[in-house]
Nanobody
Framework: QVQLVESGGGLVQAGGSLRLSCAVS???????MGWFRQAPGKEREFVAA????????YYADSVKGRFTISRDNAKNTLYLQMNSLKPEDTAVYYC?????????????????WGQGTQVTVSS
């Protein structure tokens, strides 16, 4: 059974930073991992993704220059460093895993999802 568990969310003031982690348990082939977020009443949106082996990264325009996605192959752990946080970044953040090298910005391409971690940015 493949499981993804996010951690590191919390409450921060605008301009602050948070670092999210996503631990993967269960051995499986990993092509791509990504971060998505969902605010109340809104659709889930793409944030960032990384090709597991090559480390090629992809970012939504809204977070480019502020967020950094990375991974630790040995630990099977995905990270999202979030700097210069804004109130509009407030959402539940989910990590996801794609087995077969789909389009990294499309949520429907991912095979496994975590439970999510809440990020709240106050003004």
């Amino acid at each position: 059974q493949v499981q993804l568990v996010e951690s590191g969310g919390g409450l921060v003031q605008a301009g602050g930073s948070l670092r999210l982690s996503c631990a993967v348990s269960g051995r499986t082939f990993t092509s791509t991992m990504g971060w998505f977020r969902q605010a109340p009443g809104k659709e889930r949106e793409f944030v960032a993704a990384i090709r597991w082996v090559s480390s090629t990264t992809y970012y939504a325009d809204s977070v480019k220059g502020r967020f950094t996605i990375s991974r630790d192959n040995a630990k099977n752990t995905l990270y999202l460093q979030m700097n210069s946080l804004k109130p509009e970044d407030t959402a539940v953040y989910y990590c996801a895993l794609d087995l077969v090298f789909g389009n990294p910005v499309l949520s429907r391409e991912y095979d496994y999802w975590g439970q999510g971690t809440q990020v709240t940015v106050s003004s």
